[in-house]
């Protein structure tokens, strides 16, 4: 089957998602913002940098929603192609309705007000693709599908916001950024254990096992360990299935990634937000920007070298790596690719983002996470 996906707000950083899950002959980019990608399904649940996924369908249109099941319909359309204009889509939105009607079906339209797409909150709440009958129709150039669904920006919202034990200081890694890190360093496996030697408050270990990978969990600071161990309580107090006796299993323990030995058990993926330095709300001068990109730089190939010998070949490594704005807007990171090889890594390259392009920031960020993906030699 082939789907059309709608990429996140970095959709460079969301094809190579898509090509470590899918691999890179599946995914095609279609335009800035869509991707084609053969599967059999798309879970859209796990898939951080996909905001809406909709299955291409072959016989047009018109039969398609002919052949709906009994009962009402709610119906939008989301049109991605280059010119297309709102007014136009909910023309056409009307004229499928009336067909609708003339059939005797009951319809109820989804506005998509001023914008020829549907928002991903009125996607969402409206459940299209997510219940029988209710519709949303997605269209680019040639191409027309139907959506499975949008993501869950209240599921992901709750994951983020609801957590008990909260730290300003280290920063709050966004779950969907996470689930991204995860599928990099898994690279479509289903099972196995990830570590995260930079843990934290436990974003990473968190969505690892709603995934369905045991995760373990090291950090320098005991306090972060606690707040990782409350956090994951509490998500597995309000996830009836990680309660279970095959469920996947959580080890954390205090340890500095420059020299812990990973003993609880054998890391499989490595998938980690490395220690980003002080949250920053200037540019730093020069000279500083200096200091921290040798510090980080030490700290990183530390980690490395004291890791190679812990993972097995071909274990893949998924690092977000501090990167700092300078004043002419762009962002300096830690230049580490020259010393991978020699610390026993390649790097892994995608088809349709460049390393520049795996870097995740807010315009209003100082600190941009830069993302490195490496495999074990
Ligand atoms: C950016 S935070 C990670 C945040 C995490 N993603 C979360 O969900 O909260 C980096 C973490 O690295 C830890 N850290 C700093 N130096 C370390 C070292 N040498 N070894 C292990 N952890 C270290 C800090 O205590 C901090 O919790």
């Known amino acids: 089957m082939t789907?059309?996906?709608?990429?996140?707000?970095?959709?460079k950083?969301?094809?190579?998602?898509?090509?470590?899950?899918?691999?890179?002959?599946?995914?095609?980019?279609?335009?800035?913002?869509?991707?084609?990608?053969?599967?059999?399904?798309?879970?859209?649940?796990r898939l951080g940098g996909t905001i809406k996924?909709?299955?291409?369908?072959?016989?047009?249109?018109?039969?398609?929603?002919?052949?709906l099941p009994a009962g009402k319909i709610t119906l939008g359309i989301s049109d991605y192609s280059e010119h297309a204009?709102?007014?136009?889509?909910?023309?056409?939105?009307?004229?499928?309705?009336?067909?609708?009607?003339?059939?005797?079906?009951?319809?109820r339209l989804v506005p998509n007000g001023k914008s020829s797409v549907l928002t991903s909150a009125a996607s969402h709440h409206n459940q299209l693709g997510e219940k029988t009958n209710h519709i949303e129709i997605v269209k680019f150039s040639k191409y027309t599908g139907i959506s499975i669904g949008t993501q869950n920006i209240t599921a992901y919202a709750k994951r983020d916001q609801a957590r008990p034990?909260?730290?300003?200081?280290?920063?709050?890694?966004?779950?969907?950024?996470?689930?991204?890190?995860?599928?990099?360093a898994t690279a479509g496996a289903q099972t196995g254990t990830v570590l995260d030697p930079f843990c934290g408050t436990g974003v990473i270990l968190q969505e690892s096992v709603?995934?369905?990978?045991?995760?373990?969990?090291t950090d320098l600071s005991e306090k972060m360990i606690n707040y990782s161990q409350k956090n994951l309580d509490w998500i597995t107090g309000r996830?009836?299935?990680?309660?279970?006796?095959?469920?996947?299993?959580?080890?954390?323990?205090?340890?500095?990634?420059?020299n812990h030995q990973w003993k609880a058990t054998k890391p499989d993926f490595i998938a980690s937000e490395t220690y980003l330095g002080h949250p920053l709300s200037a540019p730093p001068a020069e000279i500083k920007l200096k200091q921290f990109q040798q510090d980080a730089k030490i700290l990183l190939t530390g980690f490395l070298k004291n890791l190679a010998n812990q993972i097995s070949s071909g274990a893949q490594l998924a690092l977000a790596t501090p990167a700092w704005k300078r004043p002419d807007g762009s962002y300096s990171g830690v230049n580490i690719l020259d010393e991978v090889d020699k610390l026993g890594y390649n790097t892994v390259k995608y088809r349709y983002a460049s390393y520049d392009d795996l870097l995740y920031?807010?315009?209003?960020?100082?600190?941009?996470?830069q993302i490195i993906v490496l495999r074990k030699k």
């Open 3 to 11: 789907f059309l996906l709608v990429l996140g707000r970095e959709p």
């Open 13 to 45: 950083i969301s094809l190579a998602e898509l090509e470590a899950v899918f691999s890179s002959n599946k995914v095609k980019q279609l335009s800035p913002q869509l991707a084609l990608v053969t599967a059999h399904s798309i879970p859209l649940e």
């Open 53 to 67: 996924a909709a299955q291409l369908i072959d016989e047009p249109i018109q039969d398609y929603l002919s052949n």
């Open 85 to 107: 204009n709102p007014r136009k889509t909910w023309e056409l939105a009307l004229k499928y309705k009336n067909m609708l009607k003339r059939h005797g079906r009951n319809v």
């Open 165 to 184: 034990a909260r730290d300003a200081f280290v920063g709050m890694l966004p779950p969907k950024l996470a689930q991204i890190l995860l599928n990099l």
């Open 210 to 217: 709603l995934m369905g990978y045991s995760a373990y969990g």
């Open 239 to 258: 996830t009836p299935r990680l309660q279970k006796t095959d469920a996947p299993k959580l080890f954390l323990e205090v340890g500095d990634a420059t």
């Open 361 to 369: 920031y807010r315009e209003d960020q100082i600190v941009a996470r």
